[in-house]
């Protein structure tokens, strides 16, 4: 029988992922998916700062951004009657309104991108592959079955037509939104599925003349027709820049499913651009549904699922792929720990403690964002429920109710900076879980709009904060210094104590920890003082950081005995109590 250490059903960005995370850490896994190759449609794009900080910490940045359309040229989306017709606003999306730049440059190391799927999945596989995963193409997974000591998954190769089985210590199911592993395992799920009908329409044409005043990723159509069903109104979104592009459009999921035929996607095309003159290539056509569903629990035993197959819902916010894989981010370090004899199995529970709430988090929010285009329909006069005698001609009359309307147009954009500009949902996760040491202090309050805006912190369960540091003549990240599959200790001038410690209770548990004192004449200085600025701590405190960058521990001061505090720590975060 074949056997592996993790068997990762689905090469999507969750799997994908996974399979990169875990080779890089030097898990041996195997990873299936039932089609030839990744995926054939564009699919997800926004690739997030958070995102791209785990693609540094693999050493692969510079391929996502390289292949990526870049930061600058993604924010500037517009709502329109259609690409052609009347501008009726504006909104600098992802960090880039000046105002917001700030707050995402100071955030991380990173910009966020736009990456297609079709680009992004290539490069995880690949990657992987190339540091010893074994990738299954046209394989599909058929049912498990856990016992004590693994998982045995029976498997079918679709080019042969046998089926055989996979033996491992641990499955991973990242197989999507209909996801069969979370059935087989009777994963809890709360919420609806099919609640709107949607369709993309995958078309090559030359798009420039409409957007070179306006460069963004996302041109969102408002006409008769546009609110129903799919992602709030139509959306014009591009694939490459400027030639390549996808359409969503709603229909009515109480109806039977369109036939997107060339006909009918050559006129919605059309229609969406407003010049029936262009010359389209159509690629692909796809229906799918908008979903509100996700997981209560996300793992059983030995088995765990990750991406769509415990959040299920719109691209609104553009979350889907970027948490699919900042959950095989999560898991990942906590297997290779376990598989390694460094840490309890109970260490994996701690996978759904952490991740399950933000399954529901991103599910609520994206959903939350789809139905907020309702205020901007509302406003120009387009809803039933609009004051009478609005319209979208209206907003420009010199009456009380012109301005009036002006006003709540403004406003009802500017709601979508929930969906947009959303930079706490994307960077500002907390985990709350065993494999986090309470340091006694309350949760810092969220100075500003939590889901709006990022709080850097290190109350442990953050990641920790990014601020430029120097190593000689470089200048590194605080991200770039932890990572890499292992605990990082970060204490200043005064607490060299705390190094000796992480290197005795590293040696004693076998668990790599790496320390440093950051300060002047150190390896690492802060000569521009931010660090001072956002540690939270006193030179002679310390911060033990898991491999996932998220603050594990915290200490203000220098116990008499800084071995055994340390010890402690991270013996209960490992289970090794
Ligand atoms: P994903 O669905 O990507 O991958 C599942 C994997 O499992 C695949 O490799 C598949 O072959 C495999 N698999 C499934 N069943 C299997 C079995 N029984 N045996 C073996 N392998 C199996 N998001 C967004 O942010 N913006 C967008 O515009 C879009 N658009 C979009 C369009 C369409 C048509 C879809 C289907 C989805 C989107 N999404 C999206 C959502 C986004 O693509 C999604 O959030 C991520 O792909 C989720 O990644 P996963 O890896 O979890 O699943």
Same mark, same amino acid.
């Given at each position: 029988m074949i056997t592996t250490d993790v068997l990762i059903v689905g090469s999507g960005p969750a799997g994908g992922a996974a399979s990169l995370f875990l080779s890089t850490y030097g898990v041996d896994n195997i990873v299936l998916t039932r089609y030839g190759w990744t995926a054939n449609t564009p699919r997800a794009h926004i690739t997030n700062q958070r995102t791209i900080e785990l693609m540094r910490d693999m050493g692969i940045e510079d391929q996502i951004v390289d292949n990526g359309t870049a930061h600058e040229l993604m924010g500037q989306t517009a709502f329109c009657t259609s690409l052609a017709g009347e501008e009726i606003g504006r909104i600098r999306t992802w960090g880039t309104h000046p105002r917001r730049l700030a707050d995402y440059t100071e955030a991380s190391p990173c910009l966020p991108c736009d990456l297609p799927q079709t680009l992004f999945e290539p490069i995880l596989v690949s990657t992987a592959a190339s540091r010893g995963a074994q990738l299954r193409f046209s394989t599909e997974y058929l049912s498990l079955e856990q016992d004590d000591d693994g998982v045995t998954a029976t498997v079918r190769d679709r080019l042969s037509d046998t089926t055989y089985q996979i033996r491992a210590k641990y499955l991973i199911g990242a197989d999507g939104g209909r996801s069969k592993v979370a059935q087989d395992i009777d994963l809890p799920m709360a919420g609806a599925m099919d609640i709107e009908g949607s369709m993309n329409i995958v078309f090559e044409a030359d798009l420039s003349r409409y957007v070179a005043h306006r460069p963004s990723v996302l041109y969102w159509v408002l006409q008769p027709?546009?609110?129903?069903?799919?992602?709030g109104a139509g959306l014009v979104r591009m694939v490459r820049p400027w030639n390549e592009w996808l359409i969503v459009w709603g229909y009515d999921i109480s109806q039977p499913a369109p036939v997107v035929d060339e006909a009918m996607a050559t006129e919605i095309v059309h229609n969406l651009v407003g010049d029936d003159t262009i010359d389209v290539k159509l690629k692909s056509t796809s229906v799918w549904s908008v979903n509100h569903m996700y997981a209560e629990k996300t793992s059983k035993g030995r088995v765990f699922c990750m991406g769509d197959a415990i959040h299920r819902h719109p691209p609104s916010n553009g979350l889907g792929s970027n948490t699919s894989i900042q959950d095989a981010y999560n898991l990942a370090w906590k297997l290779a720990l376990v598989l390694k004899g460094q840490?309890? %199995? *109970?260490?994996?529970q701690t996978y759904d403690v952490e991740r399950a709430p933000i399954a529901k988090q991103i599910v609520d929010r994206a959903n939350k964002s789809r139905n907020q285009f309702g205020q901007i329909f509302r406003a120009l006069g387009?809803? %039933?429920?609009? %004051?009478?005698?609005?319209?979208?001609?209206?907003?420009?009359?010199?009456t009380p109710e012109g301005a009036t309307q002006r006003e709540e147009l403004r406003q009802a954009i500017e709601l979508k900076d929930y969906e947009f500009n959303a930079h706490g949902v994307e960077l500002g996760q907390r985990y709350k879980s065993s494999a986090v040491i309470e340091d006694g202090t309350p949760e810092p309050p969220y100075e500003r709009d939590h889901e709006l805006y990022y709080h850097p912190t290190t109350w442990p369960g953050a990641r920790i904060p990014h601020c430029w540091l120097t190593r000689g003549t470089d200048t590194v990240s605080t991200l770039d210094v932890v990572g890499k599959g292992r605990f990082t200790l970060l204490t200043g001038i005064g607490g060299e104590a705390w190094v000796k410690a992480a290197q005795s209770v590293s040696e004693h548990l076998g668990v790599p920890i790496e320390p440093y004192v950051i300060g002047p004449?150190? *390896?690492?200085?802060?000569l521009y003082g931010d660090w001072a600025r956002v540690?939270?701590? %006193?030179?002679?405190g310390c911060l033990l950081v898991r491999p996932?960058?998220?603050?594990a521990y915290r200490s203000f001061e220098q116990p008499d005995d800084p071995t055994d505090a340390l010890q402690q720590a991270i013996s209960a975060l490992l289970g090794r109590g």
């Amino acid at each position: 029988m074949i056997t592996t250490d993790v068997l990762i059903v689905g090469s999507g960005p969750a799997g994908g992922a996974a399979s990169l995370f875990l080779s890089t850490y030097g898990v041996d896994n195997i990873v299936l998916t039932r089609y030839g190759w990744t995926a054939n449609t564009p699919r997800a794009h926004i690739t997030n700062q958070r995102t791209i900080e785990l693609m540094r910490d693999m050493g692969i940045e510079d391929q996502i951004v390289d292949n990526g359309t870049a930061h600058e040229l993604m924010g500037q989306t517009a709502f329109c009657t259609s690409l052609a017709g009347e501008e009726i606003g504006r909104i600098r999306t992802w960090g880039t309104h000046p105002r917001r730049l700030a707050d995402y440059t100071e955030a991380s190391p990173c910009l966020p991108c736009d990456l297609p799927q079709t680009l992004f999945e290539p490069i995880l596989v690949s990657t992987a592959a190339s540091r010893g995963a074994q990738l299954r193409f046209s394989t599909e997974y058929l049912s498990l079955e856990q016992d004590d000591d693994g998982v045995t998954a029976t498997v079918r190769d679709r080019l042969s037509d046998t089926t055989y089985q996979i033996r491992a210590k641990y499955l991973i199911g990242a197989d999507g939104g209909r996801s069969k592993v979370a059935q087989d395992i009777d994963l809890p799920m709360a919420g609806a599925m099919d609640i709107e009908g949607s369709m993309n329409i995958v078309f090559e044409a030359d798009l420039s003349r409409y957007v070179a005043h306006r460069p963004s990723v996302l041109y969102w159509v408002l006409q008769p027709g546009a609110q129903i069903g799919g992602i709030g109104a139509g959306l014009v979104r591009m694939v490459r820049p400027w030639n390549e592009w996808l359409i969503v459009w709603g229909y009515d999921i109480s109806q039977p499913a369109p036939v997107v035929d060339e006909a009918m996607a050559t006129e919605i095309v059309h229609n969406l651009v407003g010049d029936d003159t262009i010359d389209v290539k159509l690629k692909s056509t796809s229906v799918w549904s908008v979903n509100h569903m996700y997981a209560e629990k996300t793992s059983k035993g030995r088995v765990f699922c990750m991406g769509d197959a415990i959040h299920r819902h719109p691209p609104s916010n553009g979350l889907g792929s970027n948490t699919s894989i900042q959950d095989a981010y999560n898991l990942a370090w906590k297997l290779a720990l376990v598989l390694k004899g460094q840490a309890a %199995p *109970e260490l994996l529970q701690t996978y759904d403690v952490e991740r399950a709430p933000i399954a529901k988090q991103i599910v609520d929010r994206a959903n939350k964002s789809r139905n907020q285009f309702g205020q901007i329909f509302r406003a120009l006069g387009m809803t %039933p429920d609009a %004051p009478a005698g609005r319209t979208i001609e209206s907003r420009k009359d010199d009456t009380p109710e012109g301005a009036t309307q002006r006003e709540e147009l403004r406003q009802a954009i500017e709601l979508k900076d929930y969906e947009f500009n959303a930079h706490g949902v994307e960077l500002g996760q907390r985990y709350k879980s065993s494999a986090v040491i309470e340091d006694g202090t309350p949760e810092p309050p969220y100075e500003r709009d939590h889901e709006l805006y990022y709080h850097p912190t290190t109350w442990p369960g953050a990641r920790i904060p990014h601020c430029w540091l120097t190593r000689g003549t470089d200048t590194v990240s605080t991200l770039d210094v932890v990572g890499k599959g292992r605990f990082t200790l970060l204490t200043g001038i005064g607490g060299e104590a705390w190094v000796k410690a992480a290197q005795s209770v590293s040696e004693h548990l076998g668990v790599p920890i790496e320390p440093y004192v950051i300060g002047p004449g150190r *390896e690492l200085d802060d000569l521009y003082g931010d660090w001072a600025r956002v540690r939270e701590i %006193p030179d002679e405190g310390c911060l033990l950081v898991r491999p996932d960058a998220h603050i594990a521990y915290r200490s203000f001061e220098q116990p008499d005995d800084p071995t055994d505090a340390l010890q402690q720590a991270i013996s209960a975060l490992l289970g090794r109590g």
